[in-house]
Structures are given as structure tokens and as C-alpha cells.
């Protein structure tokens, strides 16, 4: 992360604390709107590596300040890739960094536990896309569409997410993008209850195992930006052995076939158990 990106991040740790979130919906009226679109425009999306490379910086104690953070700017390469004009770019940048401002109306103590949550704790949780919309609901400043993205950032597209229980149609592209940004995110992060888990192995399983709940465009325009694999590459397995990728199947893009320190062939495609942890 570079000085003026680790700036911003800095500069906006305290985005969920509960007392100054108001005052900070205030400011998106004037001069955060501005650095934003700054950031966005100049380095952000200039540096577009970078931006899959900020994880690496999140722990488990700080998680909600850079999933934020995260979230805005994974959503912003999204909607660049689908071709967005940069005013609309912006827009869904600022809805991904606000997707979970809600939750600074829930516990610390439900935010914070390193076990499973009761069922009246995840109902709690579930609630946070609402306790959002209505804190940012009278801010002039943010399309009405970014407001509808924090609102159903968790919606799916078969009608199995929250809060309203809505499918494909009735999901607006800002929340389709968001969705997607914030799930990447919140799996390759490590968490109080877990550790992060590999960027390829998350982009798989949006891909596949949550098959008909995320927009297909969406998903891919991500690819181009997870699967920064070139035939060359030295990556490390998740078996723990190193090697480097001879081959990749367009089809399968996390999944080349690699040729491991002994020469041996390993083709990951047909190796479904194994996957490549990261590139070094």
C-alpha cells in the first residue's frame, strides 16, 4: 500500500465507531465526497493491483475498518470493468465503503465473539443493511441507488439472502457489484472466528459453489482482477509445495496445470482438493 493509500485508510478508522457516525454521513455532503472521487480516480484505480493486495494488511482486530475501505475499492475495479462511466464508478465505490455502516448499531460484543452466534445474534446481525440505509436515507449527497446497494448488499439472487428476501430482478446492479465485493473480502480476511482463506479458492467458490446467488458478470469482471496468473508464475499449493504454471486453462483460470519442483506435472483442474494458496 502506498503512503497516501495507507493515509486514507488511517484517516478513516473510525468510520464505524457509533458516536461520530452521523457526524461522517454529515461530511459526505462536502469535502469526503471529493477526496473520495480523488482517491477513486487518481490512485485507486490506476494502481488496480493494489487493491488485491490489501487484505494482506487486515487482521482480525481491525477487519471492519479495512473491509470497508476494501469493499469500496474492490467495487469501484468491478464497476469499471463492466464499463461504467467514472460518476457512477464512484458512486458504487462510495456504497461498497458504506455497506456495513450499519453496524455500528449492533453490539460490539456480537461483532467481536470468536464463537458461533445464537440465533437471536445473527438476527441482530442480519439487521444491519436496514440500521444503514436509514442512517444514510436524508444524505443529499449519495444516488439514491447507492443507498439501495448498502440496503441490499446481502440480497441473492435466488431470493435466499437479506433483509427482504429479494431475487434477481428486483436487485439493483449497485447492490449485484457490492454483493460480491463484500463476500470476496470478508473470505480472504481473517476474522475473530477464522483464518483467511485463499483468494483463489474464494473467487471458486462464488463462482461455483454458490452458483445462482451472485450476477455472473459481476463475478468475472472480479476474475481480472483475482487471477492475476501468468504462464511463468511461481505459486505456492495449498499441500504446501511450490512450482510454477506451465499451462492455463481459459475455462478454469485458478486451476493451470503446474510443474512442481521435481519436474512433476500437476494439473490442478483434475486436482480439485488442491488449489493455489498465492503467488510468490
Same mark, same amino acid.
Given at each position: /500500500?502506498?503512503?497516501?493509500?495507507?493515509? &486514507?485508510?488511517? $484517516?478513516?478508522? %473510525?468510520?464505524?465507531?457509533?458516536?461520530?457516525? !452521523?457526524?461522517?454521513? #454529515?461530511?459526505?455532503?462536502?469535502?469526503?465526497?471529493?477526496?473520495?472521487?480523488?482517491?477513486?480516480?487518481?490512485?485507486?484505480?490506476?494502481?488496480?493491483?493494489?487493491?488485491?493486495?490489501?487484505? =494482506?494488511? +487486515?487482521? #482480525? %482486530?481491525?477487519?471492519?475498518?479495512?473491509?470497508?475501505?476494501?469493499?469500496?475499492?474492490?467495487?469501484?475495479?468491478?464497476?469499471?470493468?463492466?464499463?461504467?462511466?467514472?460518476? $457512477?464508478?464512484?458512486?458504487?465505490?462510495?456504497?461498497?465503503?458504506?455497506? *456495513?455502516?450499519?453496524?455500528?448499531? /449492533?453490539?460490539?460484543?456480537?461483532?467481536? #465473539? *470468536?464463537?458461533?452466534?445464537?440465533?437471536?445474534?445473527?438476527?441482530?446481525?442480519?439487521?444491519?443493511?436496514?440500521?444503514? !440505509?436509514?442512517?444514510?436515507?436524508? @444524505?443529499? +449527497?449519495?444516488?439514491?441507488?447507492?443507498?439501495?446497494?448498502?440496503?441490499?448488499?446481502?440480497?441473492?439472487?435466488?431470493?435466499?439472502?437479506?433483509?427482504?428476501?429479494?431475487?434477481? *430482478?428486483?436487485?439493483?446492479?449497485?447492490?449485484?457489484?457490492?454483493?460480491?465485493?463484500?463476500?470476496? =473480502?470478508?473470505?480472504?480476511?481473517?476474522?475473530?472466528?477464522?483464518?483467511?482463506? @485463499?483468494?483463489?479458492?474464494?473467487?471458486?467458490?462464488?463462482?461455483?459453489? *454458490?452458483?445462482?446467488?451472485?450476477?455472473?458478470?459481476?463475478?468475472?469482471?472480479?476474475?481480472?482482477? /483475482?487471477?492475476?496468473?501468468?504462464?511463468?508464475?511461481?505459486?505456492?499449493? +495449498?499441500?504446501?509445495?511450490?512450482?510454477?504454471?506451465?499451462?492455463? $486453462? $481459459?475455462?478454469?483460470?485458478?486451476?493451470?496445470?503446474?510443474?512442481?519442483?521435481?519436474?512433476?506435472?500437476?494439473?490442478?483442474?483434475?486436482?480439485? @482438493?488442491? &488449489?493455489?494458496?498465492?503467488?510468490?
Amino acid at each position: /500500500v502506498n503512503g497516501q493509500q495507507a493515509a &486514507f485508510l488511517d $484517516n478513516t478508522m %473510525d468510520i464505524y465507531n457509533e458516536e461520530t457516525i !452521523f457526524m461522517y454521513a #454529515k461530511t459526505l455532503e462536502g469535502e469526503t465526497i471529493l477526496t473520495a472521487e480523488s482517491i477513486i480516480k487518481e490512485q485507486a484505480l490506476s494502481d488496480e493491483k493494489d487493491i488485491f493486495h490489501l487484505h =494482506h494488511y +487486515s487482521t #482480525k %482486530d481491525d477487519y471492519f475498518y479495512h473491509h470497508a475501505i476494501s469493499v469500496g475499492l474492490i467495487s469501484g475495479y468491478i464497476a469499471k470493468k463492466l464499463g461504467f462511466e467514472m460518476g $457512477n464508478i464512484v458512486q458504487v465505490s462510495l456504497g461498497g465503503c458504506l455497506s *456495513d455502516v450499519g453496524m455500528a448499531k /449492533v453490539p460490539k460484543g456480537i461483532l467481536e #465473539k *470468536d464463537i458461533p452466534l445464537s440465533f437471536e445474534e445473527y438476527n441482530e446481525i442480519k439487521k444491519h443493511p436496514i440500521y444503514g !440505509f436509514k442512517m444514510l436515507e436524508k @444524505s443529499s +449527497s449519495l444516488k439514491k441507488e447507492v443507498k439501495i446497494a448498502v440496503l441490499q448488499h446481502h440480497e441473492r439472487l435466488d431470493g435466499s439472502g437479506y433483509p427482504g428476501g429479494e431475487k434477481e *430482478d428486483r436487485i439493483h446492479i449497485y447492490s449485484k457489484i457490492v454483493a460480491v465485493a463484500d463476500v470476496y =473480502h470478508a473470505m480472504i480476511s481473517e476474522r475473530t472466528y477464522r483464518s483467511k482463506q @485463499s483468494p483463489y479458492r474464494v473467487w471458486e467458490m462464488i463462482r461455483h459453489d *454458490d452458483f445462482g446467488k451472485f450476477d455472473l458478470k459481476v463475478i468475472k469482471a472480479l476474475a481480472t482482477g /483475482v487471477v492475476q496468473i501468468v504462464i511463468g508464475s511461481n505459486v505456492k499449493l +495449498s499441500n504446501g509445495t511450490t512450482g510454477e504454471v506451465l499451462y492455463i $486453462n $481459459n475455462t478454469y483460470p485458478t486451476r493451470p496445470t503446474i510443474k512442481l519442483k521435481n519436474n512433476e506435472l500437476l494439473d490442478l483442474e483434475k486436482n480439485r @482438493s488442491i &488449489f493455489i494458496e498465492q503467488i510468490i
